[in-house]
């Protein structure tokens, strides 16, 4: 099945604790972007990524790090998660990064920073 | 710089009654618009695009939305909602194909 898959679905951690949440798609996609989802903002990019080792920053990068190293996988970090990062994220995926076709999201990662 | 409003944050309405989403956007050049919904703990699905051509744009699960350029507004509607309609539901346009924008979404609930 054609899939966006994020891990993990919750994660609980402290401020300051480094943090990964993997995504990975099985489309052969080439695009691939992080969004953050809070109450009466909508969505808002964090970073996106065109090909393999193509990144760059979108609407709202602050405190976050990227990388794509193989064009499956698109982790995001948070070196030093503060309380302001708390929020749903979502991974999304795309053949050519063309908006047109649509975007393939995965089932997102609720995160909660104390 | 593109934008998208949507005018209303919460929606409820009865099963078998009629829903409009209102959503406007600001551009200065040509854009492509879509809705996506969000069901409860799943992410989002793309429900209709509009790309160009016919201003009347016919999605999924019996969602039409028109195109208006002169209002720059691009509204969704359902002609007879079901409780499974429930969901948040996005606008979002595109000026240059590549970066999307979405609005801060709205919340339609159905009862029965």
């Known amino acids: 099945e054609a899939q966006v898959t994020q891990n993990p679905r919750y994660l609980i951690t402290v401020t300051g604790k480094k943090l990964t949440v993997t995504c990975s798609q099985n489309?052969?996609?080439?695009?691939m972007s992080w969004y953050r989802q809070d109450p009466g903002l909508g969505l808002r990019q964090i970073y996106y990524?065109?090909?393999?080792?193509?990144?760059d920053k979108g609407d709202v990068p602050e405190g976050y790090k990227v990388s794509r190293k193989e064009k499956r996988n698109f982790p995001l970090i948070l070196e030093s998660p503060s309380p302001n990062q708390t929020s749903l994220y979502f991974c999304?995926?795309?053949?050519?990064?063309?908006?047109?076709?649509?975007?393939?999201f995965g089932s997102g990662t609720r995160l909660t920073v104390v | 710089a593109q934008s998208v409003t949507q005018l209303d944050s919460q929606v409820p309405v009865f099963e078998e009654a009629p829903v409009e989403l209102r959503c406007n956007y600001s551009?200065?050049?040509?854009?492509?618009l879509f809705w996506y919904v969000q069901y409860p703990n799943q992410g989002l699905q793309l429900l209709l695009k509009?790309?160009?051509?016919?201003?009347l744009v016919k999605g999924i699960n019996g969602f039409e939305a028109e195109f208006n350029k002169s209002q720059t507004s691009f509204h969704l509607r359902k002609p007879s909602v079901h409780i499974s309609d429930t969901a948040e539901y996005f606008c979002?346009?595109?000026?240059?194909?590549?970066?999307?924008?979405f609005g801060a979404g709205t919340t339609v609930t159905v009862r029965a």
């Open positions: 999304a995926s795309s053949l050519s990064g063309r908006a047109r076709r649509g975007y393939t």
């Open positions: 489309m052969n996609h080439e695009y």
């Open positions: 990524s065109m090909n393999v080792e193509v990144t």
């Open positions: 551009s200065s050049v040509s854009v492509y």
């Open positions: 509009y790309l160009s051509g016919s201003t």
């Open positions: 979002a346009v595109s000026e240059n194909d590549y970066k999307l924008s």
